[in-house]
């Protein structure tokens, strides 16, 4: 039975299909032209050819995913004019600067990828075709930054004012360098170079469990290993000062996310459980004192309970599940990553064993879905505002019909961008395996060592 028809409500539920099938390609494109440096200048500095495939290969596989990534971009662009035309009449004149800015940020990281991926072996010096991909990873990053400030701006809205209905004194750069944008933009950097260093890990371990034991997988295990353990500590660190922030700026999202109903001190950290009607927390496990330090740094702060704001203002309680998910996770990764670490640095035989191979194997899918689950907590946990403090967001939305026909026109485009897009990949790289590829370029197999 469909839902009765509701502009607002289907505009947001196709906002939010857009932006969770967008977040996968952009978290790759974010953080996958790091990975090929890294593998690029290792090759070059320990003049190594399995780190030279490595970035080569990566580089074809980023090429698809950047594909689908502008479709899937281009659709929130208009979207966004197309179903929150009152929402952009307020923010696009205050945000128009990144927004600007991220589509440069795209075109220089474009340009230099395509002259990167054409100059392979065209330089004697291996050194100056590195080079090629500082342009795309620097590219990558800012894109991410400029876009990730304009969700910064919808969570604290700065360089404006309103007066009796009229937008002034805008200022772009307060607008774009607002108190969110610290916290929220080294969060997806960090995430995303995190979640692409898992994916990237994932599919080396994959291809050891099925029997591949090609030195080529180990080298890609080992280098995505490291590197996802130096993300994990970034991740962590950061989102120790996003609860700060939340605290501090928007005090009832950090209550939701914790079923924190009561302000008071030497508050504890509620994680799982079950939330009755009456608000009572069943089977949930509490860490004392937890939420006081996540929120002020000390363990007998005052964290503010949601007792002190009007029902209506406040996000809804499942908020909480994505939190734990988030956490939960990325607590998983860092865990996983260690152990890795230590086993390679104490005992080198259990590196490629069933259980650390699925553990790595895990950790890709699952670190894609808590960068869905950081972004349901972050879009749904500001509800019922659009644009925090000043519009809610049935307020921003179109008034007009057949929002409903438009989404599942896009969830249609969507199934077809992803299938196609695992089709190509698996073939693309199913027909030609590294084994052969570094066969073909005059370089000894590598078998099990």
């Given at each position: 039975m469909f839902m009765e028809y509701d502009p607002a409500l289907y505009s947001r539920i196709l906002t939010g299909v857009t932006l969770a099938f967008h977040i996968i390609f952009a978290?790759?494109?974010?953080?996958?032209?790091?990975?090929?440096?890294?593998?690029?200048?290792?090759?070059?500095?320990?003049?190594?050819?399995h780190y030279q495939l490595l970035a080569r290969r990566w580089a074809r596989g980023f090429v698809v995913t950047v594909a689908v990534g502008v479709v899937t971009g281009t659709a929130i662009g208009l979207q966004l004019s197309l179903l929150w035309p009152n929402f952009m009449q307020v923010a696009g004149q205050t945000i128009a600067l990144p927004l600007f800015m991220e589509v440069f940020a795209f075109f220089f990281e474009a340009i230099f990828l395509g002259i990167y991926l054409y100059t392979w072996d065209r330089f004697k010096k291996p050194m100056r075709h590195f080079l090629l991909i500082i342009p795309v990873v620097?590219?990558?990053?800012?894109?991410?930054?400029?876009?990730?400030?304009?969700n910064s701006f919808m969570n604290a809205p700065h360089g404006f004012q309103i007066i009796h209905g009229v937008l002034t004194d805008v200022n772009p750069l307060a607008a774009m360098f607002n108190p969110a944008t610290p916290t929220k933009t080294a969060h997806v950097l960090a995430t995303s170079y995190l979640t692409s260093a898992f994916i990237l890990g994932m599919i080396a371990a994959v291809k050891l469990l099925k029997g591949d034991r090609h030195?080529?997988?180990?080298?890609?295990?080992?280098?995505?290993?490291?590197?996802?353990?130096v993300f994990s500590i970034a991740t962590v660190l950061i989102g120790d000062f996003s609860g700060k922030y939340l605290a501090e700026y928007q005090p009832e999202k950090l209550a939701a996310a914790e079923w924190h109903f009561e302000?008071?001190?030497?508050?504890?950290?509620?994680?799982?459980?079950?939330?009755?009607?009456?608000n009572e927390i069943k089977y949930a496990i509490e860490i004392p004192y937890a939420l006081s330090i996540l929120a002020h740094g000390?363990?007998?702060?005052?964290?503010?309970?949601?007792?002190?704001?009007?029902?209506?203002?406040?996000?809804?309680p499942y908020v909480h599940y994505f939190f734990d998910g988030m956490v939960a996770i990325g607590m998983y990764l860092a865990f996983i990553s260690f152990l890795y670490l230590l086993i390679s640095w104490l005992k080198k035989d259990w590196l490629h064993t069933k259980f650390l191979l699925w553990g790595v194997a895990i950790g890709g899918p699952l670190s894609l879905l808590a960068t869905e689950f950081g972004w349901f907590f972050t879009e749904i946990g500001r509800q019922p505002w659009i644009l925090y403090g000043i519009m809610r967001t049935p307020d921003g939305a179109t008034t007009s019909l057949h929002v409903d026909l438009m989404l599942y026109l896009f969830i249609a485009l969507y199934i077809i961008l992803?299938?196609?897009?695992?089709?190509?990949?698996?073939?693309?790289?199913?027909?030609?395996?590294?084994?052969?590829?570094?066969e073909q370029r005059g370089f000894e197999t590598g078998g099990d060592r």
């Open positions: 978290t790759i494109g974010v953080g996958v032209p790091l990975m090929i440096a890294i593998a690029e200048w290792m090759g070059i500095r320990k003049k190594d050819p620097i590219g990558a990053s800012l894109s991410a930054f400029f876009i990730t400030t304009v030195v080529y997988h180990k080298k890609a295990l080992r280098m995505t290993m490291m590197s996802a353990f302000t008071e001190t030497e508050a504890p950290l509620v994680f799982g459980g079950v939330l009755t009607e009456e000390t363990p007998d702060a005052e964290v503010v309970g949601l007792e002190e704001f009007p029902k209506e203002d406040t996000a809804p992803g299938i196609t897009c695992a089709i190509v990949l698996r073939k693309m790289f199913r027909s030609n395996p590294a084994a052969h590829e570094l």
